[in-house]
């Protein structure tokens, strides 16, 4: 009778964990999935909400593993949502700029939509200023994952996703895993792994648009990236193969800066092609610990700070150049010019094209890794 009792009473915490409804000052860490509409096709998307006892909420769907929604406590305690996104999926399925979504297989750019291989050429879709940008017209940021919650201390959603032979141009069958965990002191860690069946290239990572005001633009939001040196680019924002030092240049982030300070300095022509910043940022410290400090992101009003730490050897520093108030955001608000940034956590645009950058190649029998976390803070 007592294994009876004890067996239910275990079956009835497994089932809060995963279900229990948050409540005004206890909040009840776990997992809940709801329903988040139809593809095109029929096939049903989910909404996953990461919880963790501090309040802290990240919402996800399986269309393109996006975070649509991200709360975070301010100096006040106040929770806001400070990531932009869409209150529906039909709002992503007609077109977004990525947000809050995983890019792949290739984050950023490819010179061209071409690469070579084992001396065989590859043709990649072009979709961006005649490149290729974050996996092409139909990369990982619009398929449907399959999700699992995974089982644990902390909240976390498995997501994963067979890229077949030739999708978009991209060789081999790839099976590609990202968790999301949302963890105790406020972080949300992002690990991906990825195999495939013959060679290939992959550079996965996130896209989520940040704005720790919660509204209004990024300008006033101060900036360190833990990086010397960035990458120059062309007029179509690829890479010359120049590793430039920042010193003395408007992308020298290594003290707490302002974006708006030099954001609109076109006497540098780097800012003339980006629009403002959108370039790959070379990371100085060492990751031989496993992760390294990428970026410390914080907005004065709020107090809210954002640490980022990566395996990743480099982080592309996007300052929403292209946001034009075309796409309406959650509430029915459009997003325009700068009301979000990105820091991409990755390997270097246009690596396969460079054989002088860290490589990007994925080979049968071997497993592509790659961690992230986006830890938040306050500073009163």
Not at 49 to 73: C, D, F, H
Not at 179 to 194: G, H, M
Not at 200 to 220: E, K, P, Q, S
Not at 353 to 373: A, D, H, K, Q
Request: net charge negative; proline share 6%.
């Amino acid at each position: 009778m007592y294994s009876k009792i004890f067996q239910l009473a275990l079956l009835a915490g497994v089932i809060c964990f995963f279900s229990c409804k948050n409540t005004p000052g206890t909040p009840q860490p776990g997992i809940e999935k709801s329903a988040f509409g139809q593809m095109p096709d029929g096939r049903a998307v989910e909404l996953y909400t990461l919880r963790n006892a501090q309040g802290m909420e990240v919402k996800i769907t399986t269309y393109g593993g996006t975070i649509t929604s991200w709360t975070a406590p301010d100096k006040a305690g106040t929770y806001a949502d400070i990531a932009l996104g869409c209150d529906s999926l039909a709002d992503y399925l007609h077109g977004t700029p990525y947000f809050g979504a995983i890019i792949g297989r290739y984050g950023n750019r490819i010179a061209k939509g071409k690469f070579t291989l084992d001396s065989v050429a590859y043709t990649l879709a072009t979709n961006n200023i005649g490149n290729h940008l974050h996996g092409g017209i139909a990369g990982f940021d619009k398929v449907l994952w399959s999700a699992e919650a995974v089982p644990g201390a902390e909240p976390a959603l498995r997501l994963t996703y067979q890229s077949k032979d030739g999708e978009e141009g991209y060789p081999g069958n790839l099976s590609a895993t990202v968790t999301y965990t949302l963890q105790k002191d406020n972080a949300l860690k992002i690990d991906y792994t990825a195999t495939a069946d013959k060679p290939t290239i992959v550079n996965l990572t996130n896209h989520t648009y940040f704005n720790l005001a919660g509204n209004g633009d990024i300008l006033g939001h101060e900036l360190l990236l833990h990086a010397d040196r960035f990458l120059p680019v062309d007029s179509t924002l690829i890479p010359t193969g120049e590793l430039r030092p920042v010193s003395g240049t408007v992308f020298d982030f290594t003290s707490a800066t302002p974006i708006g300070a030099r954001i609109n300095d076109t006497s540098d022509v780097q800012i003339r092609y980006g629009l403002g910043y959108d370039h790959c940022w070379v990371l100085t410290a060492s990751d031989a610990d496993g992760l390294r400090p990428a970026a410390v992101l914080s907005e004065p009003q709020s107090g809210r700070v954002l640490e980022v730490l990566t395996t990743e050897p480099a982080v592309q520093f996007y300052s929403g150049n292209f946001l034009d108030g075309t796409v309406t955001g959650k509430g029915d608000l459009p997003y325009r010019y700068r009301t979000g940034l990105c820091l991409e956590t990755q390997h270097y645009p246009d690596a396969p094209n460079r054989p002088e950058f860290p490589s990007t190649v994925l080979r049968p029998g071997e497993m592509y890794t790659s961690s992230t976390v986006y830890r938040f803070s306050v500073k009163r």
